[in-house]
């Protein structure tokens, strides 16, 4: 099982790239708990838009993606999960992440389940992730987590209510938002093993298609 982080931040080292770090690990996490009786690899990729801005620059006016961005763009597609995060810009995404997304097949995260996150340095700009983010990826069609994970820069280090109005911290909102990618994870076809079901931790996902024959039926 294929999980990846998209982590769009601009300097080194990045609140954006620690907190792509912090839900892969946790989201990773949880996978393998879930597969303590049962035959559950995990890889874990984080990919680092700032490396790549200089060929998501040529792509753009090209069409050609040089080989570390098409490395990039296969891992992405080939994931069973996905984790964005990026750095809020005027308001909405930056321009780095929404240019890497432009690359990316439209049909190439089509029921890949998504993690949505952002950083910025007031918690007045959390709705980024309601506004802008969740439309861009339900264009690519794919099912994004019910909670969506936003750090402004007075959520670190902090263990008491978010800057964003949330009675939990940032730890408990990127453990809650971790388990319900790892959910859907999971619950994806051919994802299952015999130890699926049991109680893990793992909230039990039922697939969109299935509920909507059950609607059907």
Do not use: C
């Not at 597969?35 to 874990?44: P, R, S, W």
């Not at 008491?160 to 938002?177: N, Q, V």
């Amino acid at each position: 099982m294929k999980l990846v982080a998209v982590s769009a931040g601009l300097s080194s080292p990045s609140s954006t790239r620690l907190l792509a770090d912090r839900l892969a690990t946790s989201a990773a996490g949880r996978l393998r708990q879930a597969g303590a009786t049962a035959e559950i690899e995990v890889e874990v990729e984080v990919v680092e838009l700032r490396d790549l801005a200089l060929d998501i620059a040529k792509h753009l006016v090209t069409g050609f993606p040089p080989p570390a961005l098409g490395a990039a763009l296969g891992a992405v597609a080939d994931a069973d999960g996905l984790i964005a995060v990026t750095p809020v810009f005027n308001a909405s995404y930056s321009g780095l992440f929404k240019s890497f997304f432009d690359l990316v097949d439209p049909d190439a995260l089509t029921g890949t389940p998504v993690l949505l996150a952002a950083t910025g340095g007031t918690a007045r700009h959390s709705l980024v992730l309601d506004h802008a983010l969740r439309p861009l990826f339900a264009h690519l069609r794919a099912p994004t987590v019910p909670t969506a994970v936003y750090a402004a820069s007075e959520d670190w280090g902090s263990r008491g209510p978010g800057a964003d109005g949330h009675a939990d911290g940032l730890a408990a909102r990127i453990d809650r938002a971790a388990g319900e990618l790892a959910g859907l994870m999971a619950a994806r076809p051919g994802m299952r093993t015999a130890g699926a079901g049991r109680d893990n931790g793992i909230p039990d996902v039922v697939p969109f298609e299935q509920q909507l024959a059950r609607l059907g039926g």
